[in-house]
């Protein structure tokens, strides 16, 4: 099919909103990459989206590969998932009281994810990883939390911790606002060096309440861990009687229907989820071993709460997201077309004359423009920054909605067809000979 034909985009209107915007709201966004900073131009608005599409505000349609950041794993607006929303949005849109859908939604998660017997909801990834934390420390009694350079698990002051090069650095703080005490327990490694870890680990043995990861990275590009670097995590942990957690927030039921622990067949202690579970709305989850979990309140004494927590509208989106997930072919899908997809890109870049590297797991992909190998954030960083800015706008001209940001991973759908892939390559084409 020919590529979706280059047209001098139209952003008339979204120049008109985003002006105003940026007098209503800090950079005129609510989360920052959307503002398009770091490959330049002006963020489009968008007015609806619809399966692997999604439409702005001037009237141009776009083949998204963003997905609201991962909820949208069975294509947007799924009719199933509307449908469902449209019958509970009556009953109420907030109980603040126990509701049958919460245990609904968790038998479904225990069911399928290895590590979970026990499960807690809240509104966000921040949260859930957040609240792990707590949790790791609670448990252990412990203070210290082991992170990995270039991983990202939400915007707690514990986890906004500068990337520091090397075997290990204590924390420094990412962000002015975060003390200096919030970020002192937190270790930094490099991802894919178990030697690295093993080194932490010594200096501060019986002191690590736990190792938290991206079980595949997707927030410094997309970034697959090694399997000796999992199970090496899994040994290290279990040895130092530290917890290891895996952020699912991102993988959680994009990787398989049992998460990237399923796939990898590692079982961490504890999972924090996120993006998918909520279909859409906005929900997290963090869960583990019952022992473990006994400690949340008010089975326990550690505090986490949340007024919305477990909301009837989130919970309802989020079962029928993972019902239409867990139909024969599903995964099969994604990796198809993920699969399609990649090969398609890399092969077109590298004819072009590019040097590239990347590649996919089921339905979460992404490249570098480097020759790599690229294991680790150090190594993203050597990719061409400002060639990705390029190609970004060169492709948002030609219908593709790309993530604004070099250091994201991106994501295809159950609503992905092959002829959306075989244009999206088509377009890759014309944008890599002009790069
Ligand atoms: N953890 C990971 C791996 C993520 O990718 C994200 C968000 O992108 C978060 C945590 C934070 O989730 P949220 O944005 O819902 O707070």
Not at 94 to 122: D, Q, T
Request: proline residues 6%; aromatic residues 8%; glycine residues 12%.
């Amino acid at each position: 099919p020919p590529a979706p034909a280059k047209t001098q985009l139209k952003t008339t209107r979204s120049e008109e909103v985003f002006k105003e915007a940026l007098t209503l709201l800090p950079g005129g966004v609510n989360s920052p990459v959307r503002a398009f900073k770091s490959v330049g131009g002006q963020p489009i608005i968008f007015d609806h989206v619809s399966g692997p599409y999604c439409f702005d505000v001037d009237g141009n349609k776009y083949i998204d590969y963003v997905g609201s950041w991962g909820p949208a794993i069975v294509g947007h607006a799924h009719p199933e998932v509307s449908e469902a929303l449209k019958e509970q949005i009556y009953k109420g849109t907030s109980f603040g009281a126990p509701c049958e859908l919460e245990n609904v939604l968790a038998k479904m998660v225990i069911e399928r994810v290895p590590s979970v017997e026990v499960v807690r909801f809240v509104n966000s990834g921040t949260e859930a990883c957040l609240s792990a934390l707590r949790l790791m420390r609670a448990h252990t009694q412990r203070d210290k939390v082991l992170k990995f350079v270039g991983c990202y698990h939400g915007h707690a002051d514990s986890f906004l911790v500068q990337a520091g090069s090397g075997v290990a650095t204590l924390g420094l703080p990412d962000s002015p606002g975060v003390p200096a005490s919030s970020t002192a327990t937190t270790l930094t490694a490099t991802y894919n060096d178990l030697e690295g870890v093993r080194k932490v680990f010594e200096a501060n043995k019986g002191e690590i309440a736990g190792v938290i990861l991206e079980p595949v990275v997707g927030n410094s590009g997309f970034i697959p861990p090694t399997l000796e670097f999992l199970q090496g995590l899994r040994e290290v942990t279990a040895e130092d009687g530290a917890l290891l957690c895996f952020d699912e927030v991102m993988t959680g039921f994009r990787i398989a229907k049992g998460c990237a622990q399923e796939y990898f067949g590692i079982t961490p202690d504890l999972t924090t989820m996120g993006k998918v579970i909520g279909g859409g709305l906005p929900v997290g989850a963090y869960g583990g071993r019952r022992d473990i979990m006994q400690l949340v309140a008010p089975a326990g004494p550690m505090y986490q709460a949340g007024t919305l927590s477990g909301n009837p509208l989130a919970m309802v989106a989020g079962i029928k997201t993972l019902e239409i997930l867990g139909r024969p072919g599903a995964y099969e899908h994604l990796d198809a077309v993920t699969g399609r997809l990649i090969n398609g890109l890399l092969d077109a870049g590298r004819a072009a004359g590019h040097a590239l590297c990347g590649g996919h797991i089921s339905g979460m992909f992404g490249f570098f423009f480097t020759e790599g190998p690229v294991t680790c954030f150090e190594d993203a960083e050597k990719a061409d920054r400002e060639k990705f800015g390029r190609w970004h706008r060169g492709m948002l001209e030609r219908g593709v909605y790309l993530a604004p940001s070099a250091y994201e991973a991106g994501f295809t759908s159950l609503a992905h067809t092959e002829e959306d892939i075989d244009r999206t390559i088509q377009a890759a084409k014309e944008v890599f000979a002009e790069l």
